[in-house]
């Protein structure tokens, strides 16, 4: 088995949603309209970047293969792909429900762009950790 670079992949995997998310992020001072689009392209992102982690062929699949010890922090990553699609649901259907109030379309929007950064960060660490040598013995 061929092992790709992972550490340059998970750059740009994390590539197309890191700029969804700044996206998002200037959108949310502009219209429902914009921040809706903005929206859109986030999940869009994201639905990708599941799609090259995880499945027999995805980077979580070889992250296992190399570092089996990565079980749970691959687990918990998983996990956390659920919570960032309910995010963007979340966040999509209060910017559908009408006129809503401005602080809560913030709040939404802060709580989904912490989430992407922090798992952004949780990933590269991971595919750092599975790399990473330890010769061990030195004096």
Do not use: W
Not at 86 to 112: A, F, K, M, W, Y
């Amino acid at each position: 088995m061929q092992v790709r670079d992972l550490r340059a992949e998970a750059r740009e995997r994390h590539l197309p949603l890191k700029e969804a998310a700044e996206g998002l992020r200037q959108a949310a001072a502009g219209t429902g309209t914009e921040m809706a689009d903005a929206l859109e392209r986030v999940s869009a992102a994201l639905t990708a970047h599941i799609a090259l982690t995880e499945g027999p062929d995805g980077v979580h699949a070889e992250l296992l293969a190399v570092a089996p010890r990565l079980a749970n922090d691959i687990r918990l990553l998983t996990k956390d792909h659920g919570f960032m699609e309910c995010l963007v649901d979340t966040t999509g259907l209060v910017l559908r429900s009408g006129t809503p109030d401005g602080q809560v379309i913030g709040e939404h929007v802060n709580r989904l762009l912490d989430r992407v950064a922090r798992h952004r960060l949780r990933d590269a660490d991971m595919v750092y950790q599975a790399y990473q040598v330890d010769i061990g013995g030195q004096a």
